[in-house]
């Protein structure tokens, strides 16, 4: 694990804390009688994030200067040993996520997720085409029956909606 | 309630086809999952969390849970055959199980891991029932501090007992205190945190938050290694002989031990099935008259390994639907889904429904039954499910959550929260801040603070209140002492690893994490 980042996390921790102390006092006091009010809890939630992250930092420094090490053991779960791990990957797929839920409603489902996947699929190294273009989009089919017909959730079709209501297979 | 009612309520609903046919489909995804590298019940349940809002909440209780009965028998699948533990739980039916069937004797290993996985949930059921109805008798005399006391209680040994660091847990639980904070104050109804956003008022979507920090952190750890899980070739299954009716004889004593084991850990909160199944092995093997076979292919230690674990999954659900407080990250994610079916977590949750408990005597029992009928064929069959494509099962598996959470309201703003909520979970994950500790505190984030201002209220602010009456005293003592065998286990463990290189047991479930995933339970 690299200790920079950890303690970058810890310091985040410490400015949440230090946010929440900050916004807690602009929390309005209701008309009903409350020994504690509304402000008391989120103080002490603000205070326990403010110095425990301060502390967890302290004591991330003091070790960084005293070892001067910057990988330190895994505090959190450890990648598999025997295969390279890469951030990036998983950074990549995170903003495809992204937006992929931020193109969902204008586009819609049967037109958004196939791309999605298959650029889930490109970036985990897939290289068989065939197969990278197929189980997008019988996944994409399958999923949109599965969850528009027989669990009766309304899926965003975007463009393709006049065709739909026109075939039938939505009602407004 | 009654001990008798409460069987007989459960056996009767065994007479409903739709439970049978969700529990069929359940136990079938939890065998599959469990025998997956990495697909734990947690990971499960979030994705098929979504699934459940059209079911009856009877029937959800029952799929879920079918889904942990199949997860506690299919782990142990590629954990005899290939060496590789389905989840960490698994990771001493590894040690045993493997070596059996290194020695040719694959039908011994897995017939004792069947065996064994039924009877320790056959015989759980009883006690779950057993502990369950005591508590709910005891729920009309929790009022607000008794209820601060008990939720309290809950996420600190969630805080306690997961994670290496007591300091990340907290702030992680203090992490999920504040998600549970944005929206309406729970006594006065004034607005913190909302940022003048009317979207935000009703607070931000629970289940969305939940299957973020629970199941898509784990999937988006995942992907940062591409790799697939594969079949050796020339991997073969071994003799597939059932035990002889001698060789069950000799293994019943230890699956009674982590049966026992099982159902009394998995009801503390934050335990789950993996100290069961540790804890178990060792009792197993000082009761044992064979000690030093363990660990070099014992069946009494497969035999106490695997009743624990499905043995712990009736134990989890005591606080669960008991006192309303999870055990575990998957008990979370149940609790998820009974609140968005309106049912209001707490002691009297199942007191006032007792269909619920009725669904998960029904749901275990009918989950028994399916894998009696046919665990033993798919034993030999789930081999194959090792070696389906990992790349391809995280990314349906995100897509499967990505269009579940936004079924639930057809909402963006749902998925775009369960994203950032997985983000985080992400780091948290990686850097040993214990998600389950989140996703508790947001659950019962707003339950403790109402208690603890209503409790207030009603004793003029007098604190002493919440000290002074008995089943307070009583729960807050447990708190400390949890907090402190928190402590003592942390020093403990820290001053064995830097003492020792060698593979002690908090090395191996490092290992074992790093193989099928923290949160895979």
Same mark, same amino acid.
């Given at each position: ?18 946010? @929440? ?9 209701? $008309? ?14 603000? /205070?326990? #994030? ?10 991330? #420094? ?23 791990? %890469? ?49 997008? #989009? ?32 939505? $009602?407004? | 309630?009654? $001990? ?76 005899? =055959?290939?060496? @590789? ?74 805080? %306690? ?49 939940? @299957?973020?920090?629970?199941?898509? !952190? ?89 009743? /624990?674990?499905?043995?712990?999954? !009736? ?12 055990? !575990?990250? %998957? ?25 619920? #408990? ?7 029992? /009918? ?107 009583? @729960?807050? =003592? ?21 003492? !020792?290189?060698?593979?002690? %047991? ?16």
């Amino acid at each position: 694990m690299d200790s920079r980042r950890d303690l970058l996390i810890s310091v985040a921790v410490a400015c949440l804390g230090l946010a @929440i102390l900050v916004m807690t006092g602009s929390i309005r006091t209701g $008309i009903a009688r409350d020994v504690i009010g509304p402000r008391a809890f989120p103080y002490a939630i603000g /205070a326990l #994030l403010f110095v425990g992250g301060l502390v967890l930092s302290a004591r991330r #420094l003091r070790r960084m200067n005293a070892e001067g090490l910057f990988l330190v053991p895994e505090e959190g779960t450890d990648d598999n040993p025997d295969h390279p791990a %890469s951030a990036g990957r998983f950074l990549f797929i995170m903003v495809i996520s992204a937006v992929y839920a931020s193109v969902l409603m204008p586009l819609g489902y049967l037109i958004a997720t196939p791309p999605f996947v298959a650029l889930a699929f490109i970036a985990m190294g897939e290289r068989r085409w065939l197969y990278t273009a197929a189980v997008p #989009l019988v996944w994409t089919l399958s999923t949109y029956l599965l969850f528009s017909q027989l669990l009766n959730v309304r899926i965003p079709v975007g463009p393709l909606a006049p065709i739909f209501r026109e075939l039938g297979l939505i $009602i407004n | 309630m009654e $001990i008798f009612g409460s069987l007989v309520g459960g056996l009767g609903q065994l007479g409903d086809p739709w439970l049978w046919s969700y529990v069929l489909i359940g136990t079938l995804v939890g065998v599959i999952g469990g025998a997956m590298p990495g697909m734990g019940t947690t990971l499960l349940y979030g994705m098929f969390l979504p699934f459940t809002f059209v079911m009856e909440p009877h029937h959800a209780v029952a799929f879920l849970l079918s889904i942990s009965v199949g997860v506690g028998f299919g782990n142990s699948i590629p954990a005899i =055959l290939l060496g @590789i533990p389905g989840t960490p739980s698994a990771v001493l039916t590894v040690i045993d199980g493997h070596t059996l069937h290194k020695q040719g004797k694959s039908g011994l290993a897995l017939g004792a891991s069947f065996i064994s996985a039924l009877s320790g949930q056959t015989v759980s059921i009883l006690f779950f029932v057993v502990l369950i109805v005591p508590l709910m008798d005891m729920a009309y005399k929790f009022l607000y501090p008794e209820l601060f006391a008990l939720y309290l209680l809950g996420i600190l040994a969630i805080v %306690s007992l997961t994670g290496d660091n007591m300091l990340k847990g907290l702030m992680a639980a203090g992490f999920g205190f504040a998600i549970a904070m944005i929206g309406l104050d729970p006594v006065n109804l004034t607005t913190r945190f909302t940022f003048d956003q009317r979207i935000l008022r009703s607070g931000v979507n629970l289940t969305a938050v939940l @299957i973020g920090l629970l199941a898509v !952190s784990e999937i988006f750890r995942s992907f940062r290694q591409s790799f697939n899980w594969s079949v050796p070739d020339g991997a073969d299954l071994g003799d597939q002989k059932f035990p002889t009716r001698s060789e069950i004889r000799g293994m019943v004593p230890a699956a009674m031990t982590g049966t026992v084991v099982g159902t009394f850990v998995g009801a503390i909160p934050g335990a789950g099935a993996t100290p069961a199944a540790l804890i178990s092995y060792q009792a197993a093997q000082l009761l044992s008259r064979t000690p030093e076979q363990f660990g070099k292919g014992s069946v009494e230690g497969i035999a106490a390994n695997e009743a /624990a674990q499905n043995a712990s999954n !009736s134990g989890e659900l005591i606080p669960t639907l008991g006192l309303g407080v999870p055990g !575990s990250s %998957s008990m979370v994610l149940l609790l998820s889904a009974l609140t968005v079916q309106g049912f209001v977590p707490g002691p009297l949750m199942v007191s006032k429904s007792p269909d619920l #408990l009725y669904a998960a005597i029904a749901g275990m029992l /009918a989950a028994t039954v399916i894998l009696a009928a046919t665990g033993w064929f798919m034993s030999s069959v789930m081999l194959r499910a090792v070696s389906i494509n990992r790349s391809a099962v995280l990314i349906l598996s995100l897509a499967t959550v990505i269009l579940g959470v936004f079924s639930l309201n057809t909402r963006i703003i749902d998925v775009a929260v369960m994203l950032i909520a997985g983000g985080i979970g992400y780091l948290m994950l990686r850097y040993g801040y214990s998600t389950a500790a989140a996703a508790l505190a947001c659950v019962l984030g707003g339950e403790v603070e109402r208690s603890l201002r209503l409790g207030l209220n009603l004793s003029n602010g007098d604190p002493l209140t919440f000290v002074s009456r008995p089943i307070t005293a009583t @729960i807050l =003592l447990v708190t400390v002492a949890i907090l402190a065998f928190g402590v003592y286990r942390h020093r403990q463990m820290k001053r064995k690893m830097r003492a !020792s290189d060698n593979l002690d %047991s908090a090395k191996a479930m490092r290992s074992a994490r790093a193989v099928t995933g923290s949160e895979a339970e």
